[in-house]
């Protein structure tokens, strides 16, 4: 079981830049999947972006090129660096994890989650 905790929402203006943190408790969180997703008021849970155990990436249509996932397994940590951010990127962020399974996109798939945290993007 692994424990996970975001950090580094905020309020940013158009165009700007944030990085968000997922710090885990496990120390074998190298074997997990981790997962972004993203919520917006009145709307549903959406998948961001995935990175595997061994690096490999895979991003959602809207963030291709201003979003990039990356993890240090020395630190138990995955990060989601977010550049050129639009108001339509507001939402409450999620990092989410797994060890088994092939699907990476839906939220039932993702057995641990953090409490998330709070993205704004001011026009």
């Known amino acids: 079981q692994v424990q996970l905790a975001e950090s580094g929402g905020g309020l940013v203006q158009a165009g700007g830049s944030l990085r968000l943190s997922c710090a885990a408790s496990?120390?074998?969180?190298?074997?997990?999947?981790v997962a972004w997703f993203r919520q917006a008021p009145g709307k549903e849970r959406d998948f961001i972006a995935t990175i595997t155990s061994w690096g490999n990436t895979y991003y959602t249509d809207s963030v291709k090129g201003r979003f990039t996932i990356s993890r240090d397994n020395a630190k138990n940590t995955v990060y989601l660096q977010m550049n050129s951010l639009k108001p339509e990127d507001t939402a409450v962020y999620y990092c989410?994890?797994?060890?088994?399974?092939?699907?990476?996109?839906?939220?039932?798939?993702?057995?641990?989650w953090g409490q998330g945290t709070q993205v704004t993007v001011s026009s």
């Open positions: 496990s120390r074998a969180f190298n074997n997990y999947r």
């Open positions: 989410a994890a797994k060890v088994t399974g092939s699907i990476y996109y839906t939220d039932d798939a993702y057995p641990y």
